[in-house]
């Protein structure tokens, strides 16, 4: 690591990547633990679930992807982040394959019951990807 950087909670809409995938995303929450961090909800190590939390990441990069090549949409592609508007839009549609839970959470800090997600999370898809988060998503509005 080439600088270190302070470790914090991660809260919804916190920005994610996938080291295989080609576009950047926010962690979802379909709802809240009842758990609030300067007014956005805080997320916990159980918050992996692909489609309510785990959104897709545009184009799979690895070599591990069974799924086929294809066109992917321009609408799925296109996020808030500019980064995404020079991606290429052909590849290996992301469709996260995850196994488990979030590792690295603050076992010292409970939400609803299980650890508090940092951004010093990660967690593993079954195509080789490693998802990490980008920010903490406190300054999200």
């Known amino acids: ?3 270190e950087t302070e470790v914090s909670f991660v809260v919804a809409g916190a920005a994610l990547h996938c080291q295989v995938a080609s576009h950047m995303r926010q962690i979802e929450m379909p709802y809240c633990h009842g758990v609030y961090l300067r007014g956005q909800a805080a997320m916990n190590i159980a ?4 489609g309510d939390n785990i959104p897709t990441f ?3 990069l ?3 992807n069974p799924h086929e090549v294809a066109q992917t ?3 799925e592609m296109m996020f808030p982040f500019e980064a995404d508007l020079s991606m290429p839009l052909v590849g290996r549609r992301c469709k996260p394959n995850i196994y488990g839970k979030w ?6 800090v409970l939400v609803e019951g299980e650890p508090a997600l940092t951004t010093e999370s990660t967690l593993a898809c079954e195509y080789g990807g490693v998802i990490y988060f980008l920010n903490d998503g406190q300054g999200v509005e």
């Open 1 to 3: 690591m080439a600088e």
């Open 47 to 50: 918050d992996s679930v692909v």
């Open 58 to 60: 545009g184009v799979c």
């Open 62 to 64: 690895s070599e591990g």
């Open 73 to 75: 949409a321009q609408e």
């Open 103 to 108: 590792q690295n959470g603050k076992d010292d």
